[in-house]
């Protein structure tokens, strides 16, 4: 993808602040960081969401993932980190290359936990949810 940054960044037409490169994978540091620490993890294929990974390359950034979310606390002297993908435009993706957010966290950062992404909570009934679950299942 000639227009994708990501992109850009894995062919070295970019700079960036790689801790982590393997033949999948690259993990670089966030040039807008929410912490000190703050890498992402990208697949060095192009996909756009966690929808059009395929499984292997998806278990290969989870690896990633898994061996760098304790390298970047221990780095910034961390004792905790969130760990997430914005999968999706409305959910706030901007650089259409899937990628993994590891954020260190600090005790009293000014941070909030996931169960803080959205203000209005929907309250679904039990059947709702049992429908739900059942169109999951399928
Ligand atoms: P998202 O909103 O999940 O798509 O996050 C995209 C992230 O990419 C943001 O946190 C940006 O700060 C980061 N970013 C954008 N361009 C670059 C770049 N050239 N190098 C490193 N990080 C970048
Ligand atoms: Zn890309």
Same mark, same amino acid.
């Given at each position: 993808m000639d227009d994708c940054i990501f992109c850009q960044i894995v062919d070295g037409e970019i700079p960036s602040r790689t801790v982590h490169e393997d033949d999948d994978v690259l993990a670089f540091l966030d040039a807008n960081p929410l912490a000190p620490g703050h890498t992402l993890v990208i697949p060095k +294929? =192009? =996909?756009? +969401?966690l929808n059009d990974l395929p499984a292997d390359v998806g278990s290969e950034v989870f690896a990633a993932v898994h061996a760098l979310t304790p390298a970047a606390e221990a780095a910034v002297d961390a004792p905790a980190s969130t760990v997430a993908f914005n999968n999706g435009e409305a959910a706030g993706q901007e650089v259409p290359h899937v990628h993994a957010h590891i954020v260190p966290r600090f005790e009293a950062d000014g941070g909030r936990p996931i =169960?803080?992404?959205?203000?209005d909570r929907p309250d679904l009934s039990d059947d709702e949810l049992d429908d739900i679950a059942a169109a999951m299942r399928a």
């Open positions: +294929s =192009h =996909h756009e +969401s =169960h803080a992404l959205v203000s």
